[in-house]
């Protein structure tokens, strides 16, 4: 089973915290969060795991050679140019095989049971099974419609008027088929302003197929407030 972990961004609205440490090792109730994270994917079966690097790559690279624990087999792929979520999975196409596979924004916390996220995936082998939760402010968020049987028949990020709460969790399991949705771009003229976002250019195609699972518990550590709320709520 195989995941990819996006983990490079630069975590600007956690500064000075990120001036010298990336958001990925930020501590969490005296863990770093990516080992958080490597521990969650090894107790739901997973083997292999891509992770892009950035800001303070040096570091990740360091906190992977020693710390990545046994059976898992961790790819690093550094983005000189961030590609944005949907952007790094395009440029490692070659890294996934024929078979479902996670895709978790690395800077989130969450109680969330991935083996059976990826059980229930299975269970209705939708393109994509779309983690979402309550948002304290969705129109921050990307919001799924959601209807009685649990598909997805709408989605917007960051909608002006939100018509629900229940927002993107970036914690995801995706058929490969999700390729088949990716916007014609190319890897090698990437810049910044061309970066290919999961939210904006992919999930609103999949309206109809897809299908969502609750998570309870969920916090973004991407601010002080939020990084102060998971060391006080969240392991």
């Avoid at 958080?36 to 795991?49: C, S, Y």
């Avoid at 990740?60 to 020693?66: H, M």
């Avoid at 949907?86 to 996670?102: K, S």
């Avoid at 009685?148 to 970036?170: C, M, T, Y």
């Amino acid at each position: 089973m195989k995941a990819v972990l996006l983990i490079a961004g630069l975590g600007t609205r956690l500064r000075p915290l990120t001036n010298s440490t990336p958001k990925c090792l930020l501590p969490i109730n005296g863990q770093p969060l990516l080992a958080i994270w490597f521990d969650k994917l090894v107790r739901a079966g997973v083997t292999e795991v891509l992770i892009n690097t950035h800001w303070l790559a040096e570091q990740v690279i360091d906190f992977v050679e020693k710390f990545t624990p046994a059976g898992l087999k961790v790819t690093l792929f550094h983005e000189p140019i961030l590609l944005g979520s949907a952007g790094t999975l395009a440029a490692n196409r070659h890294f996934f095989d024929d078979d479902p596979f996670f895709i978790i924004y690395g800077d989130n916390v969450s109680d969330v049971d991935l083996a059976d996220l990826y059980a229930a995936h299975q269970h209705y082998q939708p393109v994509l099974t779309l983690g979402t939760f309550e948002a304290e402010f969705p129109e921050r968020c990307g919001i799924a419609d959601i209807d009685s049987d649990g598909v997805i028949q709408g989605f917007i990020e960051k909608p002006k008027k939100p018509l629900s709460n229940r927002a993107a969790a970036g914690i995801y399991v995706a058929d490969p088929k999700i390729f088949d949705y990716f916007p014609q771009h190319s890897i090698a003229e990437q810049t910044s302003a061309s970066a290919l976002d999961l939210g904006f250019d992919v999930i609103p195609k999949l309206v109809g197929q897809m299908r969502n699972y609750s998570i309870d518990r969920l916090i973004d550590i991407g601010t002080p407030d939020n990084y102060r709320k998971a060391n006080e709520s969240l392991t």
